[in-house]
């Protein structure tokens, strides 16, 4: 059984730029939610993908945007990058629906560094 | 809307000795509550869940309780070792979303040798 697995590990971008993120949920997942960590805190939601629609979102501007794909990938897409976007990504799937009572699985994140 | 506290602080303990971490929330009381750990660089993991209507759960060395009256939950690892070393993490669902996790800020334990 293969876990959550996201890239790239490391990023690099300026202001302004575009950016994004993949993660492959853990086998039988049909839920993929993403998460913002800034350093010290905990993980902030940005939104949950269920079967490949947006099932809910967090306090980010439009400029977040995702993905999630038929075999249930799911991309982050961030516009316009601000320098405080700087943070640890991560990317969380679980199982049997759409709630999140399941536990989450996450993978190891992308650091991602706005210059 | 919801507010999780977390002891900041790093928790200091000697291996051997019962780690208790404190999770407090301010608002309505949540239908479970979730324990993270992550350790530096790495993802969270899932350890226990517990939910509202539960008082105490267990596994292995590790146990949570929930009171709903105190809105806290409390974590306990028990014959601490080195290797518990990492970052707690508290998890609650929000009202009327129940896929929208909140989370702690998380407190650092560190077991010495």
């Known amino acids: 059984e293969t876990g959550v697995t996201q890239s790239p590990t490391h990023l690099i971008k300026t202001r302004g730029q575009q950016v994004t993120l993949r993660c492959s949920s853990q086998?039988?997942?049909?839920?993929v939610s993403w998460y913002q960590q800034a350093l010290g805190q905990g993980p902030q939601f940005i939104f949950q993908?269920?079967?490949?629609?947006?099932?809910g979102r967090g306090n980010f501007p439009p400029r977040f945007s995702g993905l999630q794909f038929p075999n249930y990938s799911s991309e982050l897409n961030v516009n316009a990058l601000e320098l405080d976007d700087s943070a640890l990504y991560l990317c969380a799937s679980s199982p049997g629906g759409s709630s999140s009572y399941n536990e989450q699985f996450f993978g190891p994140g992308t650091r991602l560094t706005v210059l | 809307s919801q507010k999780i506290e977390q002891n900041s602080e790093a928790l200091n303990i000697q291996e051997g000795k019962t780690a208790t971490l404190t999770c407090n929330y301010t608002n309505y009381s949540p239908a479970y509550l979730q324990w993270y750990r992550q350790d530096p660089g790495r993802g969270p993991v899932f350890l226990l869940l517990?939910?509202?209507?539960?008082k105490e759960k267990r596994k292995e060395r590790l146990k949570v309780t929930f009171d709903t009256t105190l809105k806290q939950s409390l974590f306990h690892i028990t014959a601490s070792q080195p290797a518990d070393s990492a970052t707690y993490l508290c998890?609650?669902?929000?009202?009327?979303?129940?896929?929208?996790?909140?989370f702690g800020s998380g407190t650092r334990l560190l077991v010495r040798p």
């Open positions: 086998s039988g997942h049909n839920t």
């Open positions: 517990i939910r509202e209507n539960e």
């Open positions: 993908y269920y079967r490949e629609e947006e099932n």
């Open positions: 998890a609650l669902d929000e009202m009327d979303s129940s896929y929208k996790l909140i």
